[in-house]
Each structure stands twice: as C-alpha cells, then as structure tokens.
C-alpha cells in the first residue's frame, strides 16, 4: 500500500496536475476511446512522484474536470442555515441531509455509469446536486 493505492477510510491524496489540460470535446474529444492518453499519463506521473494517488486536471478554462484516472466529487456539508459545518460523527446524519454533491459539467469530464450511479444514489439520498462549473479554490476550501 502506498500512495498511488487509494484507501477509502483516509481519504485519496490529489495534486493539482501541473502543465497538462484535460482536452476539450472540440480539439479531442476523451469520450472516444484512443490512443492519445498522454495527457492523462503526465499528470499520474506528476502525482506518483509527489506521492499523491492522482492529479486533480482543469479544462482549458481553469476549471475542474477530473483527476488523470477518475471523476470528481465535492460534498460539502451545509448546516441547512447556508453555513458550512465541520464533518465529524455528532454530524454525521445531518451532514448526509444537508449535503450538497458538487461535480463538473459533462462536458468537462468523462460521463459514465459511475458518474451517473453516483448522481442517482446522491438523488436517493436527498442530497442537493451541483453540476456546474467547478473552481480549483473549492476543493481546498
């Protein structure tokens, strides 16, 4: 186990890739399966050598689109007062029902059957779902 192995009851440890930009649909479109990963290579390379299990990449624009391997989530627990809590086990259940699921457009990110059973049990949950545009600023905040 090291850090490129993800460990679900510590978190995943991420970096914000450094020059390489998630390709836009218009130029090369990811959705299509291809030869052309480097993009996705460089940024998991980055990420092993920080000691980080991946790279979190932006869109041409700046935004969050998704780490080198996988999509990206954000919840942020709200108090249901529109005030940002602290997530510990007294909170827990109110934070699953004040809950809100923020992940990129998918136009910025790969769409899939994970994706969207995530979105689907996030609905089942009752928790608000954002998807939008995502800042960088957001993930460390």
Known sequence: EG????????????????TCRRS??????????H??????????IQ?????AADAIMLDVEGFVSETNATNLFLVRCDSGQ??????????????????????????H?????????VLLLAKELGMQIEVRRVSLSEFYC
Do not use: F, W
Not at 90 to 103: I, K, P, Q, W, Y
């Open 3 to 18: 850090a490129t192995t993800y460990d679900n009851t510590k978190g995943v440890s991420l970096i914000t890739a450094g």
């Open 24 to 33: 836009p649909p218009s130029t090369l479109d990811n959705k299509i399966h």
């Open 35 to 44: 030869n052309n990963m480097i993009q996705n290579i460089l940024p998991k």
């Open 47 to 51: 990420a092993n050598l920080a000691g």
């Open 82 to 107: 529109g005030e940002e809590m602290e997530v510990n086990v007294a909170v827990e259940e109110d934070c699953v029902r004040n809950a809100v699921l923020v992940t990129p457009s998918a136009d």
């Open 109 to 117: 990110c790969l769409p899939g059957i994970t994706r969207d059973t």
